[in-house]
């Protein structure tokens, strides 16, 4: 449902019309748009946001990139469950009512949902003149085919996808080590895995994946099961400066990995034989470790410091 | 999908389950809840938060007040197309990690959703320390069993429903007034319109309805469609106190009228014959005027001056 007030709510509307004929759902709108989804699979909402990743896209108005900051926050996690995203609510957060940045935004979202087949099905604007930055809160249906369990095997290999640098995480700690200093890697966007996952499913059987953001390589631990995941740093992927930079300026070691995603921005697991065709096969895929019987422990040879981090 | 990486996202998640046995979906969760719907209606889907109210909620730690403004925001306007909710996405802005207050937040709206048979299908906590208060954005889907034009008819008595006060609009404009003063008024919660809606609809034959919030009594003029709507306020519905404070504080009249609900928080139309039968019955809804041939306008006899308003 989407009835914005502002003054030019119909450019805002006619973004928005764009995205509504799609093979997936169905829309009539006669004042309001009234959804019927062409299937009938089962399905999984997913929220997300861009956090104060957000202040820096405000001050440097790269609108964009802060939609696919918030496009990549939930598609990503939809990929975790092979999701096919198929509508989206959003919510943009604005510190005043700038038509020009709120139609850049709505416009981008509505391209990138147009090119993805994603209906915009509801949406709000909010004027808040006490927020510092902005942020782009989105919901996403998706719809499953085939469910599996998301789960590390003991014998796979783990192969990691390189990060577009810091994504959409950890800037509460970034704004703390930097304070006012700019940095164009504060606004570069997170990479969309979704459409690489859902080819190699089709391919390869994949065993357990993770989407690195908040949390970071400790979110690997909801997938062990038992078993522990060993990480180490001899691999083809080169992280960012940015991140050697953060730990040059402060952070430890252990934070970074709880923080960061070090330049892994997606770690997923299959047979050995598998991981290396796909790392021979992918430029930007490499064997990042393995999954070995255990206590249920994350161990990671860190780039940093060449010691071991263990969560 | 719900994978909160909180230290006491157990807590969370405890909270969150106790929504997924309702009668409209089957929710089966392993790692991530899958939405299976138990029906194929049409669906409608809305998002809204509470904007800069957030910030007195914040202060003053009204949290189950905060959940309340959200559902109503969002709940109000799916009874405009008679819709029932029955999934929600919730994505919670905090300006710092108090544990205590989002449990208090999570637990109150899994209170009423499960009150309301709504299962909460994905989130988010954001803390975002350069927000001054807090804000929650539900996205709320709800299925549509009988769809009919929204609109006014010429002949129509318009009936107005009380409101609790200020709702979750106009907060700026409240800020500006009043400044550093605080006034209960201000984290009063928003009235849910929705049961009374639907109840009302089963029994008699609605034509238009609005639910008066962000610009208040302009929202009106999409339902004419050609004719007036003529509002008066010779009624037994008082309004609060705050309404005639914000005007004697400088607010003038038409922006009164624009900004603020002015004690009637929804206004439908039905037939002269139903609306006396309906004003009769429920001791908070009035017949506050009428719908005549006319050119697209909303009139109002203004309460603060006597004088009449036209949008």
Redesign the interface.
């Known amino acids: ?1 989407y ?1 914005p ?1 502002k003054p030019y709510k119909d450019q805002i509307l006619a973004e928005i019309k764009k995205t509504w004929q799609t093979p997936y759902v169905s829309i ?1 709108a ?8 062409k299937f ?1 699979l ?8 861009i ?2 990743k957000g ?1 820096y896209h405000w001050q440097k108005r790269t609108f964009r990139n802060a939609v696919l900051d918030a496009l990549a926050m939930n598609l990503n ?2 990929a ?2 092979r999701a096919v995203p198929y ?1 989206l ?3 943009i ?1 604005v510190p005043k009512d700038d038509n020009v940045a709120i139609l850049a935004i709505v416009r981008a979202l509505s391209q990138e949902c147009q090119k993805r087949k994603i209906a915009i ?4 604007t ?8 902005m ?1 782009i ?1 989105l ?1 996403v249906s998706g719809f ?1 085919k085939d ?1 599996k ?2 789960q590390f095997k003991v014998g796979d290999a783990l192969l990691g996808i390189k990060s577009n640098g810091l994504h959409s995480n950890g800037f ?1 700690k970034v704004r703390e080590i930097f304070g006012s200093v700019y940095k164009p890697d504060f606004v570069k966007p997170t990479a969309i895995y979704l459409d690489t996952i859902l080819a190699l499913n089709k391919k390869f059987n994949i065993h357990g994946m993770m989407h690195i953001t ?2 970071a390589f ?2 690997l631990k ?1 997938l062990l099961r038992g078993a522990d995941a060993r990480i180490n740093w001899a691999h083809k992927l080169k992280p960012q400066p940015i991140f050697k930079e953060l730990h040059q300026r402060g952070v430890l070691d252990k934070e970074m990995y709880q923080t960061f995603n070090c330049g892994i921005g997606f770690i997923f697991s299959t047979s050995e034989r598998e991981a290396k065709i796909i790392s021979a096969h992918w430029p930007d895929i490499a064997i990042i470790g393995k999954v070995v019987r255990g206590n249920s422990r994350v161990i990671i040879d860190s780039m940093f410091s060449g010691c071991e981090v263990e969560f």
Chains 1, 2 share one sequence.
Request: glycine share 12%; hydrophobic share 30%.
């Open positions: 449902m009835n007030t009539k006669d004042i309001y748009p009234i959804v019927k989804a009938s089962p399905e999984i909402d997913h929220t997300d946001g956090g104060t202040i996690d939809l975790l469950v509508k609510s959003n919510h957060f099905t509801g949406g709000e909010s004027v808040q003149n006490n927020m510092a930055g942020d809160s919901s499953i469910l369990p998301n509460t908040g949390g400790t979110k909801s």
